[in-house]
């Protein structure tokens, strides 16, 4: 496997759902950016810090300590404790960083090295491959929340019910091509 095509695309693919989530949150208003189902669910929020929580633990130390952190409190972020949208798109960037500067560390040299995620030991491959399918996950929850709450106002991100024919008529009338499929997503075409 060529590492460094490799973790291109991977850093593209986080990116992307990086994207569907800013995108998201700018298109939900303050309030309900804290906005819950009912007891048991989570806000956007809620997720945002959660997924804040295991950035900064999976991705802190990534190729020398266990991702799982002893001083991680996960319980603590399913706490709806954030109080304004900075507070939130501190912790959004903050965890988003951590990842991509751990991504940033790994080459041609470190690749084949293992690594532990609640001591079981992971390739490097399968511990991105998890957190990418992890975050994909809650990156869509709260896509879908901020599709609720926004009713009529929401701006579609991805291609818009009813336009799957031109969208795919524009795509076919193009030769093939080598690109990353997220490259024009998100140029936003």
Not at 34 to 51: C, M, R
Not at 66 to 81: A, C, L, M, S
Not at 166 to 188: C, E, I, W
Request: proline letters at 1%; aromatic letters at 12%.
């Amino acid at each position: 496997m060529d590492t460094i095509i490799y973790i291109s695309g991977i850093k593209k693919q986080f990116l992307y759902y990086k994207s569907l989530g800013e995108k998201t949150i700018d298109q939900v208003s303050d309030e309900n950016l804290f906005w819950q189902h009912n007891e048991d669910s989570n806000s956007i929020a809620i997720i945002v810090k959660h997924l804040w929580g295991n950035m900064k633990s999976r991705w802190t130390d990534f190729l020398t300590s266990d991702g799982e952190k002893k001083w991680r409190e996960r319980d603590k972020e399913f706490e709806n404790d954030i109080r304004s949208k900075e507070e939130l798109l501190i912790k959004w960037n903050e965890g988003w960083q951590c990842l991509f500067n751990a991504l940033d560390t790994i080459n041609e040299t470190n690749f084949d090295q293992t690594i532990y995620i609640r001591n079981i030991e992971h390739t490097i491959t399968e511990a991105i491959n998890r957190q990418l399918a992890h975050y994909s996950y809650h990156i869509g929850q709260i896509v879908f929340i901020g599709k609720m709450v926004s009713t009529q106002s929401w701006k579609t991100l991805s291609i818009a019910k009813g336009a799957s024919k031109s969208y795919n008529t524009k795509r076919f009338a193009q030769p093939k091509h080598k690109v990353h499929y997220t490259d024009k997503l998100m140029k936003g075409e």
